[in-house]
């Protein structure tokens, strides 16, 4: 009879402690579930696409070289090919216009996403600061000076980093 008691105490306690690991610990197994690493997949997506938006919209015209450089540092592929050989007429033409831009990235979604590729969507706007809209603004003309954009871009996994491959515009 002790024997049975002992055994059912033992049991109890087993139990008993089985129940917190189950209501404490909500996976009882090592690592991170399917659910919370698709998270932290579309987490790193939307950061990525908000990082590199915004490096795409930030023009100053007295320091394209490092803006040009963190645009090419959060790219790869076909996007990073065509920026970079549109590089020279970017700072080119920034100069010229004395552009001063600053962008906001509004909202981001993800229309489809694997473990390696993205199709994002932004919505962003910008500030807009260049010598023709000064030039009307000192003549006392109302300027606009807002620019609104919708963006679909293509992010491709490289190692542990989401990159832009692609950028279109949407209008």
């Not at 209501?23 to 090592?30: D, E, H, I, N, S």
């Not at 590729?117 to 006392?140: F, L, P, R």
């Amino acid at each position: 009879m002790r024997l049975v008691k002992f055994s059912l105490a033992g049991l109890a306690v087993l139990l008993a402690a089985a129940c917190v690991v189950v209501l404490v610990w909500p996976t009882a197994v090592p690592g991170k579930s399917a659910a919370e690493r698709a998270n932290d997949r579309d987490l790193a997506v939307r950061s990525a696409a908000t990082a590199v938006t915004k490096a795409f919209l930030d023009v100053d015209y007295r320091d394209m070289d490092s803006r040009i450089a963190k645009v090419l540092k959060l790219s790869t592929g076909t996007f990073k090919n065509q920026y970079t050989t549109a590089e020279v007429d970017l700072k080119s033409q920034a100069q010229q216009a004395r552009a001063v831009a600053t962008g906001a990235v509004r909202d981001v979604g993800i229309g489809d996403i694997d473990e390696d590729n993205a199709v994002v969507y932004v919505a962003a706007d910008t500030k807009v600061s260049n010598a023709s809209i000064e030039q009307q603004k000192s003549a006392g003309k109302t300027v606009d000076d807002k620019r609104y954009y919708r963006f679909q871009l293509s992010l491709k996994r490289v190692g542990h980093r989401w990159l832009l491959d692609d950028l279109q515009f949407i209008s």
